[in-house]
């Protein structure tokens, strides 16, 4: 089992930037793949970015690609979202998800969550 603690948001203008962090507790954190999924009001979840247990491989939705890096630190038990270029439709709350299967994207196993932190980005 692992908990997740998101920080790092809040409110930035429009082409500003922001980084989150995702602390995770227990030991095996460097076993899960991880990801950064985002709800904005009155819209479904969605996928934002993912990185693989060893950091190796890293995925991303297509509306934040080239504007958004996932990263992380083992050694930390921590993940992190580089947001830059930001866009009002980035606007909402952001969750940090831990993969049982290690692979941090697709069809997997999300089975851990955070409780999310709201990033709101002003026109």
């Known amino acids: 089992q692992v908990q997740l603690v998101e920080s790092g948001g809040g409110l930035v203008q429009a082409g500003g930037s922001l980084r989150l962090s995702c602390a995770a507790s227990?030991?095996?954190?460097?076993?899960?793949?991880m990801g950064w999924f985002r709800q904005a009001p009155g819209k479904e979840r969605e996928f934002v970015a993912g990185?693989?247990?060893?950091?190796?491989?890293?995925y991303y939705a297509d509306s934040i690609k080239g504007r958004f890096t996932i990263s992380r630190d083992n050694a930390k038990n921590t993940v992190y979202l580089q947001m830059k270029s930001l866009k009002p439709e980035d606007t909402a709350v952001y969750y940090c998800?831990?993969?049982?299967w290690g692979v941090g994207a697709g069809r997997t196993d999300f089975a851990f969550w955070g409780q999310g932190t709201q990033v709101t980005v002003s026109s």
């Open positions: 998800a831990a993969d049982r």
């Open positions: 990185i693989s247990w060893s950091g190796g491989s890293t």
């Open positions: 227990g030991r095996t954190f460097s076993s899960y793949g």
